[in-house]
């Protein structure tokens, strides 16, 4: 079985057809189903394909010593589980990081109100908690409440991050994110780039619209208002933005849609303006979003790293580095392109607002 590092996120599929079984097969045996009957063989199989392939595993990440947590549990605290894919990429990481050593994840979602939040590590605690991971749903700086300050075991914050850099922390980094994006455009030779925003109140929006800007200036390409228009992360929003897009004089070539729902809206847009991607327009997108795989063509993506982040979490509970009276810097994981159908060069025709679909 070979171990190489994984070029691109190995998913249970993956695993599954290296072991030859069904998915199905690969869940019950990496969740440690004990009711439903598998054969030795059969889930030593699984086991060595899914290590073989690294699967749970970000590229950046290995597994660490966990012996001291081993046959304990941990506790998960998010303010979301149900709005978007996030929470449950980070606990499905955290998972592939503990299953080996027997730990046991207790998860409690507390809507970021307080007296939830109280109530869940009371019982956390009461469990046995070894350590808690604390989790938002979109990355930005919190103020924890007095319940997490004085707790007696470790805490590791995913996706957020204090003033003080109190505990460990890790976020995606979201700046090189938007850089990379935008320098896949630029590569392939557009000049003229557009991005559709999220909304700017939020950090990751922010990063995201910073690292467009240092792509283009690191390309000596001007930096336009008019090509940057905001939306809130919704499809119907991505609709509308790149709709002012093309209404535009001099519209772009190619469109840095900042989630994958707006290139969704964005998509549509184009289709009915009569424009084809990515013959007429080239767009990325961002988050690797389960839809980035069904539009059509497939769209090339940014992966956002929740999985690896919840393993890089519970890997430093298990080194108990949640040391009390020093200062952790927030650790910045990289999003990865993952490259599919919807991004060319630019073709002649395009830049002066003239469709090249009836060609």
Same mark, same amino acid.
């Given at each position: 079985?070979?171990?190489?590092?994984?070029?691109?996120?190995?998913?249970?599929?993956?695993?599954?057809?290296?072991?030859?079984?069904?998915?199905?097969?690969?869940?019950?045996?990496? *969740?440690?189903?004990?009711?439903?009957?598998?054969?030795?063989?059969?889930?030593?199989?699984?086991?060595?394909?899914?290590?073989?392939?690294?699967?749970?595993?970000?590229?950046?990440?290995?597994?660490?010593?966990?012996?001291?947590?081993?046959?304990?549990?941990?506790?998960?605290?998010?303010?979301?589980?149900?709005?978007?894919?996030?929470?449950? *990429?980070?606990?499905?990481?955290? @998972?592939?990081?503990?299953?080996? *050593?027997?730990?046991?994840?207790?998860?409690?979602?507390?809507?970021?109100?307080?007296?939830?939040?109280?109530?869940?590590?009371?019982?956390?605690?009461?469990?046995?908690?070894?350590?808690?991971?604390?989790?938002?749903?979109?990355?930005?700086?919190?103020?924890?409440?007095?319940?997490?300050?004085?707790?007696?075991?470790?805490?590791?914050?995913?996706?957020?991050?204090?003033?003080?850099?109190?505990?460990?922390?890790?976020?995606?980094?979201?700046?090189?994110?938007?850089?990379?994006?935008?320098?896949?455009?630029?590569?392939?030779?557009?000049?003229?780039?557009?991005?559709?925003?999220?909304?700017?109140?939020?950090?990751?929006?922010?990063?995201?619209?910073?690292?467009?800007?240092?792509?283009?200036?690191?390309?000596?390409?001007?930096?336009?208002?008019?090509?940057?228009?905001?939306?809130?992360?919704?499809?119907?929003?991505?609709?509308?933005?790149?709709?002012?897009?093309?209404?535009?004089?001099?519209?772009?070539?190619?469109?840095?849609?900042?989630?994958?729902?707006?290139?969704?809206?964005?998509?549509?847009?184009?289709?009915?303006?009569?424009?084809?991607?990515?013959?007429?327009?080239?767009?990325?997108?961002?988050?690797?979003?389960?839809?980035?795989?069904?539009?059509?063509?497939?769209?090339?993506?940014?992966?956002?790293?929740?999985?690896?982040?919840?393993?890089?979490?519970?890997?430093?509970?298990?080194?108990?580095?949640?040391?009390?009276?020093? @200062?952790?810097?927030?650790?910045?994981?990289?999003?990865?392109?993952?490259?599919?159908?919807?991004?060319?060069?630019?073709?002649?025709?395009?830049? *002066?607002?003239?469709?090249?679909?009836?060609?």
């Amino acid at each position: 079985m070979s171990t190489r590092k994984p070029s691109k996120r190995v998913t249970m599929m993956d695993v599954a057809k290296a072991a030859g079984c069904s998915q199905a097969t690969v869940s019950v045996v990496l *969740n440690g189903v004990s009711d439903v009957k598998i054969s030795p063989e059969l889930r030593t199989r699984v086991i060595k394909a899914a290590r073989g392939l690294g699967y749970g595993v970000g590229s950046v990440i290995r597994h660490a010593a966990l012996d001291e947590l081993k046959g304990d549990c941990i506790g998960f605290i998010v303010d979301q589980l149900a709005t978007t894919p996030e929470a449950v *990429n980070a606990i499905e990481g955290a @998972r592939h990081e503990s299953w080996e *050593n027997d730990i046991t994840i207790l998860v409690a979602q507390t809507q970021a109100r307080e007296e939830h939040e109280v109530r869940a590590v009371e019982r956390l605690l009461r469990a046995g908690a070894q350590g808690i991971v604390y989790m938002s749903i979109f990355t930005r700086r919190v103020s924890l409440a007095r319940v997490f300050e004085d707790l007696p075991i470790p805490l590791v914050l995913l996706n957020c991050y204090t003033r003080e850099n109190r505990y460990p922390s890790v976020v995606p980094d979201e700046v090189i994110g938007g850089r990379t994006a935008t320098r896949s455009l630029i590569k392939l030779g557009h000049r003229r780039i557009a991005t559709i925003t999220g909304e700017l109140f939020m950090e990751a929006a922010q990063d995201r619209l910073i690292g467009y800007r240092e792509a283009l200036a690191e390309a000596g390409i001007t930096y336009e208002d008019s090509l940057v228009v905001e939306g809130n992360w919704s499809p119907t929003s991505g609709f509308e933005a790149a709709q002012r897009l093309l209404s535009l004089e001099e519209r772009p070539t190619a469109i840095f849609c900042q989630n994958d729902k707006m290139a969704m809206g964005c998509f549509i847009a184009l289709a009915e303006a009569g424009l084809v991607i990515p013959r007429d327009m080239s767009v990325v997108g961002y988050d690797d979003d389960e839809l980035a795989r069904h539009l059509r063509p497939q769209l090339t993506t940014l992966e956002l790293p929740h999985r690896p982040m919840g393993a890089w979490a519970v890997q430093q509970l298990g080194k108990h580095s949640a040391t009390i009276g020093s @200062r952790h810097t927030p650790y910045k994981m990289v999003c990865s392109v993952v490259e599919r159908s919807s991004l060319t060069g630019p073709t002649t025709g395009k830049l *002066n607002g003239a469709s090249s679909s009836s060609d």
